[in-house]
Nanobody, 122 residues
Framework: QLQLVESGGDQVQPGGSLRLSCVAS????????IGWFRQAPGKEREGIAC????????RYADSVTGRFTIARDNRKNVIYLHMNNLEPGDTGVYYC???????????????WGQGTQVNVSS
């Protein structure tokens, strides 16, 4: 069993930055691909970034490419999402999830955190 806990969500002005963290605990946490997803009010959950277990492969949604960076520290079992130049459209609940496939599709992910809220507004 794997547990995921997100943190770092906050209220921020457009153009600002945030760093989200996802702490993974449980046996073999470092073997999993980790994805970051977000869900805006009234919209479906969308995949925005994912990273392989060894950090060798990453994928980003077009909407965040060039602004967001995913990284992980397997010594600490923490996965980060660095978000720069935030826009109002980035508002939503951000979730991290663990699975075995490097994909932005949420269906293959087996374990999910509870989410952290990001609000981007002036």
């Amino acid at each position: 069993q794997l547990q995921l806990v997100e943190s770092g969500g906050d209220q921020v002005q457009p153009g600002g930055s945030l760093r989200l963290s996802c702490v993974a605990s449980g046996v073999g946490a470092y073997y999993y691909t980790i994805g970051w997803f977000r869900q805006a009010p009234g919209k479906e959950r969308e995949g925005i970034a994912c990273i392989s277990s060894d950090s060798g492969n990453k994928r980003y949604a077009d909407s965040v490419t060039g602004r967001f960076t995913i990284a992980r520290d397997n010594r600490k079992n923490v996965i980060y999402l660095h978000m720069n130049n935030l826009e109002p459209g980035d508002t939503g609940v951000y979730y991290c999830a663990a699975g075995s496939l490097l994909t932005l599709d949420n269906r293959p992910y087996d374990y999910w955190g509870q989410g952290t809220q990001v609000n981007v507004s002036s």
